[in-house]
T-cell receptor, first 115, second 114 residues
Framework: AQSVAQPEDQVKVAEGNPLTVKCTYSVSGNPYLFWYVQYPNRGLQFLLKYITGDNLVKGSYGFEAEFNKSQTSFHLKKPSALVSDSALYFCAVSGSGAGSYQLTFGKGTKLSVIP | SQTIHQWPATLVQPVGSPLSLECTVEGTSNPNLYWYRQAAGRGLQLLFYSVGIGQISSEVPQNLSASRPQDRQFILSSKKLLLSDSGFYLC?????????????FGNGTRLTVT
């Protein structure tokens, strides 16, 4: 079975500082990894994905994520946080085997950017 | 481009009443379709997914059901709502042929069972 862990329920950073939201995963075979953002009372928006290739993936709104196979991690990063980045962030994983219809989501990390 | 529509946006229903939430996708064919429930603004629970018309997989036993009467239409139903059915329901789609494609979500339905 595949799983995702987001060890921090909440992350607080000052505006302009770099931010990191952590994610580790467990899956059989090669992982497909995703980050989503959710604003209050809205659906999830896709930010970026890792499929294969370069371990540093760039996505929307200046976000990037670093894939580390040995640590089974896929941390979300941004060099300079904005107040508007405050939201709920979800990491998700999908396996590459047959029947990989499902994305498994972490429990989410609430990011608060302090002005 | 592809769009996903989900309605209604909010719904207040009494215990024991029926439920019907609808989701449609435009601009693609044969998508994989999903229903998730999000409780207390946090984790997502996969309820149902469908890889084709009339093909429904249920992930959790409950008093909810899903149907896919058309290729791009996905319906979540209940005959009798429970208080515990309250939550934020999200419909999503992804390309049906590639497992590395992301899910695309609708804006959700906030259901309150009273």
């Amino acid at each position: 079975a595949q799983s995702v862990a987001q060890p921090e329920d909440q992350v607080k950073v000052a505006e302009g500082n770099p931010l990191t939201v952590k994610c580790t995963y467990s899956v059989s075979g090669n992982p497909y990894l995703f980050w989503y953002v959710q604003y209050p009372n809205r659906g999830l928006q896709f930010l970026l994905k890792y499929i294969t290739g370069d371990n540093l993936v760039k996505g929307s709104y200046g976000f990037e994520a670093e894939f580390n196979k040995s640590q089974t991690s896929f941390h979300l990063k941004k060099p300079s946080a904005l107040v508007s980045d405050s939201a709920l962030y979800f990491c998700a994983v999908s396996g590459s085997g047959a029947g990989s219809y499902q994305l498994t989501f972490g429990k989410g990390t609430k990011l608060s950017v302090i002005p | 481009s592809q769009t996903i529509h989900q309605w209604p946006a909010t719904l207040v229903q009494p215990v024991g009443s029926p439920l019907s939430l609808e989701c449609t996708v435009e601009g693609t064919s044969n998508p994989n379709l999903y229903w998730y429930r999000q409780a207390a603004g946090r984790g997502l629970q996969l309820l149902f997914y469908s890889v084709g018309i009339g093909q429904i997989s249920s992930e959790v036993p409950q008093n909810l059901s899903a149907s896919r009467p058309q290729d791009r239409q996905f319906i979540l139903s209940s005959k009798k709502l429970l208080l515990s059915d309250s939550g934020f329901y999200l419909c999503a789609w992804r390309w049906g042929t590639t497992y590395n494609s992301p899910l695309h979500f609708g804006n959700g339905t906030r259901l309150t069972v009273t």
